[in-house]
């Protein structure tokens, strides 16, 4: 079975760096695109960045120019680099493939 395995997340003060990171197990994970997704309370989860299996990254605008998507696929591995957080980032970070999903790690960012 499909397992997304999340960490990374924690307290960080506004324009701080955090690394999340997401090990896929029991699938193929160089052909799947993942992506990250987040959700603060009371609010819509949100698509935060996308890589595909050829490398391809898209980014929503409000993370662009600071949150970089990567993929090891070596070590079924994908990351998130976030830096220069703000307290709008704050919210519950999931891993996605397909219809697969982490159990979600929290990013709190103080101002």
């Known amino acids: 079975q499909v397992q997304l395995v999340e960490s990374g997340g924690g307290l960080v003060q506004a324009g701080g760096s955090l690394r999340l990171s997401c090990a896929a197990s029991g699938s193929i994970f160089s052909i799947n695109a993942m992506s990250w997704y987040r959700q603060a309370p009371g609010k819509q989860r949100e698509l935060v960045a996308t890589?595909?299996?050829?490398?391809?990254?898209n980014y929503a605008d409000s993370v662009k120019g600071r949150f970089t998507i990567s993929r090891d696929n070596a070590k079924n591995t994908v990351y998130l680099q976030m830096n220069s957080l703000k307290p709008e980032d704050t919210a519950v970070y999931y891993c996605n493939q397909y219809r697969f999903w982490g159990q979600g790690t929290q990013v709190t960012v103080s101002s």
């Open positions: 890589i595909t299996s050829g490398g391809r990254t």
